[in-house]
């Protein structure tokens, strides 16, 4: 008998849950895994919209190879020149974020302001904001000018990575105006951090600097590898983006291909920091 109720009570509870769950799996299904089949099932046709009906051409891969061979130029001018700035993107964020959220983490007299002055850029901020900003020139270093640092890019840094340097300091202000939602998810880490580590290290001695490498830093290693990874895909999704603009044409098989073979290198990229975020994790696994 009292098996019986044990089990009508596990029963309950999983009816439970599965009714709670529902609403998700229902808008996941309909609304991602429909839609990303569907393009995935369209990168291998020739789509054409008449009147009455959608006819799909079955072609194989020739968009991919179209994408990857025919029009490389696609890649090598317009993917690859993002992928270097990315690369000096993400840096850059994840170094300003952690500072500021120090900084922001420390008592003075209006801590509170500033933590919302920092964060207002997340709630205001839509991509059409940022696009108009960038196509001002809003968000250049005017320092670039006068300190002529154009030339001195053209003189000694190689030819592929003049532009991008370019595009990122001609956007700069912006990079670390978007960082708000990284200065917020470092200063959730820190304050996870126990002040009773922090009283002892002043006790025997150890100053700030050191403080930070041995104590800081190895605590907050979840936490940077969990804003490298919004950080990548936030960047992914950047206004300035020049893949995002060449998914959204009226060619949808061809524009099928492009999203997955971007969607490829976002989820190669995002596995690599997963891996990259276990070997590093392991290894200050002892220091924390």
């Given at each position: 008998m009292k098996l019986k109720r044990k089990l009508e009570s596990t029963t309950?509870?999983?009816?439970?849950?599965?009714?709670?769950?529902?609403?998700?799996?229902?808008?996941f299904v309909t609304f991602v895994a429909f839609p990303l089949f569907y393009s995935l099932y369209m990168s291998f046709?020739?789509?054409?919209?008449?009147?009455?009906?959608?006819?799909?051409?079955?072609?194989?891969?020739?968009?991919?190879?179209?994408i990857l061979v025919a029009n490389g130029s696609l890649l090598y001018e317009e993917l690859f020149p993002f992928l270097q700035e990315s690369a000096m993107m993400i840096p850059i964020i994840l170094v300003f974020s952690l500072l500021i959220a120090i900084l922001l983490n420390m008592k003075f007299p209006g801590r509170t302001l500033f933590r919302v002055i920092f964060f207002?850029?997340?709630?205001?901020?839509?991509?059409?904001?940022?696009?108009?900003?960038?196509?001002?020139?809003?968000?250049?270093?005017?320092i670039m000018e006068s300190l002529r640092i154009d030339s001195?890019?053209?003189?000694?840094?190689?030819?592929?990575?003049?532009?991008?340097i370019q595009n990122v300091m001609g956007s700069f202000v912006l990079v670390l105006w978007y960082s708000g939602v990284q200065i917020l998810i470092f200063l959730a880490g820190r304050q996870t951090l126990p002040a009773a580590v922090y009283e002892a290290s002043r006790i025997d001695g150890s100053?700030?600097?050191?403080?930070?490498?041995?104590i800081t830093l190895p605590g907050l290693i979840p936490y940077v590898f969990l804003n490298l990874m919004y950080t990548v895909v936030d960047l992914f999704t950047f206004p300035s983006n020049p893949i995002v603009s060449?998914?959204?044409?009226?060619?949808?098989?061809?524009?099928?291909?492009?999203?997955?073979?971007y969607f490829s290198i976002i989820l190669t990229v995002v596995l690599l920091t997963l891996f990259l975020y276990s070997r590093v994790n392991k290894s200050f696994s002892g220091k924390r």
């Open positions: 309950i509870r999983k009816l439970e849950g599965s009714l709670f769950i529902a609403p998700w799996v229902f808008g046709h020739q789509v054409r919209i008449t009147v009455d009906k959608v006819n799909y051409t079955f072609i194989g891969f020739q968009h991919y190879r179209e207002l850029p997340v709630i205001f901020s839509s991509g059409q904001i940022v696009q108009e900003f960038i196509a001002q020139g809003e968000g250049s270093l005017s001195y890019l053209r003189e000694y840094v190689p030819g592929s990575w003049i532009s991008p100053g700030p600097w050191n403080t930070f490498w041995r060449r998914v959204n044409t009226s060619n949808y098989g061809s524009s099928s291909a492009l999203a997955w073979i």
